[in-house]
């Protein structure tokens, strides 16, 4: 995601300076004309605004506080923008310190897989600091077809677990429907097509369907990443007293996969337990 997002603000004439924890990964940004920093504190003393996309709450966490990280160089002028899927709590920590040191903070998780990615199409799921939003309204332009400027801290890491939540149960219903629809004699292809005529006919069902009928979950969103999103969203619902059982049912399928090997295929791969 990150690799996407920053080619999009390179193609768009933005100047970015990128770190990954793995650096060589930087390396093909450097030939979109990408400038590299060595540690997470460099972009930061470099770059007015910076952007991170890491895959949990841990590595949100991690590029802040650790050693050379955000922190020891944020400071007033300067904003940080998360965009890695994470919980209210750990983006409360993260606006906390970066604020205490004179910065600005945004959270800003998107919904939109690797393609809207790549082609600017992502959904913005902004809250925390309206000023800073304003200011980079011009990169969220690029980066998405919409942004939405929730309020305070922890809004926008709500909706995006609700809305993961959702997408979740729904590919846990879809993945048992194909399947019924095969040991039952029906033709999964025509299944597919009766869905996209109807009142659930929905981009992921279009898009994923046809592979998943020949067992093939190329990696859009993966799979463990969409666990951590149950867990996530189950946890806000434990804190709200939400009775959830059927995300929790979909949690559970999400977790036999990972524990099959699936954690890196696309979040479709939840289609596997349902044979093994
Ligand atoms: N893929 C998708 O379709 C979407 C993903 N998201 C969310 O965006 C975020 C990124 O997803 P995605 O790009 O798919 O994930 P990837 O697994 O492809 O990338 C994760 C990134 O996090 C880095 N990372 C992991 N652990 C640490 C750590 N401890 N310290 C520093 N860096 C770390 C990785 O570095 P390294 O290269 O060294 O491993 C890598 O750059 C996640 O929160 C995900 O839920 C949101 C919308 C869609
Ligand atoms: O968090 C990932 C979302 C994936 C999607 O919206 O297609």
Request: with cysteine.
């Given at each position: 995601m990150g690799k996407?997002?920053a080619?999009?603000?390179?193609?768009?004439?933005?100047?970015?300076?990128v770190w990954n924890r793995t650096l060589s990964r930087c390396d093909e940004l450097v030939?979109?004309?990408a400038?590299v920093g060595e540690t997470p504190?460099a972009v930061?003393?470099?770059?007015?605004?910076?952007?991170a996309m890491l895959s949990d709450?841990?590595a949100?966490?991690s590029v802040?506080?650790d050693?050379h990280?955000?922190?020891?160089?944020?400071?007033?002028?300067?904003?940080?923008?998360?965009?890695?899927?994470?919980?209210?709590?750990?983006?409360?920590?993260?606006?906390?310190?970066?604020?205490?040191?004179?910065?600005?903070?945004?959270?800003?998780?998107?919904?939109?897989?690797?393609?809207?990615?790549?082609?600017?199409?992502?959904?913005?799921?902004?809250?925390?600091?309206?000023?800073?939003?304003?200011?980079?309204?011009?990169?969220?332009?690029?980066?998405?077809?919409?942004?939405?400027?929730?309020?305070?801290?922890?809004?926008?890491?709500?909706?995006?677990?609700?809305?993961?939540?959702?997408?979740?149960?729904?590919?846990?219903?879809?993945?048992?429907?194909?399947?019924?629809?095969?040991?039952?004699?029906?033709?999964?292809?025509?299944?597919?097509?009766?869905?996209?005529?109807?009142?659930?006919?929905?981009?992921?069902?279009?898009?994923?369907?046809?592979?998943?009928?020949?067992?093939?979950?190329?990696?859009?969103?993966p799979?463990?990443?969409?666990?951590?999103?149950?867990?996530?969203?189950?946890?806000?619902?434990?804190?709200?007293?939400?009775?959830?059982?059927?995300?929790?049912?979909?949690?559970?399928?999400?977790?036999?996969?990972?524990?099959?090997?699936?954690?890196d295929?696309?979040?479709?791969?939840?289609?596997?337990?349902?044979?093994?």
């Open positions: 996407a997002m080619v999009n603000l390179l193609r768009h004439g933005f100047k970015v300076t030939q979109h004309g400038s504190a930061i003393k470099k770059c007015k605004y910076t952007i709450p841990a949100a966490l802040v506080f050693k990280g955000a922190l020891e160089q944020i400071c007033g002028g300067k904003g940080y923008i998360d965009m890695s899927t994470v919980d209210a709590d750990t983006s409360s920590q993260i606006s906390q310190v970066i604020t205490s040191k004179g910065g600005s903070f945004l959270e800003a998780p998107v919904s939109g897989s690797k393609k809207p990615a790549e082609d600017g199409q992502l959904v913005i799921l902004a809250a925390g600091d309206k000023d800073l939003y304003d200011q980079v309204v011009p990169a969220f332009d690029v980066l998405g077809k919409k942004s939405f400027f929730l309020g305070q801290i922890g809004n926008g890491a709500k909706m995006k677990l609700v809305v993961n939540m959702i997408m979740g149960s729904m590919m846990n219903a879809f993945s048992e429907g194909i399947v019924l629809a095969d040991k039952s004699g029906l033709d999964p292809h025509t299944l597919l097509d009766v869905l996209d005529l109807g009142a659930i006919a929905n981009p992921m069902f279009k898009m994923k369907g046809p592979a998943m009928i020949k067992n093939s979950y190329p990696p859009a969103f799979l463990k990443h969409q666990q951590k999103d149950m867990r996530l969203a189950l946890a806000l619902g434990d804190e709200n007293a939400v009775p959830m059982p059927v995300a929790a049912a979909a949690n559970e399928a999400f977790k036999k996969a990972r524990s099959l090997g699936l954690g295929h696309d979040f479709s791969a939840v289609f596997e337990t349902l044979s093994k």
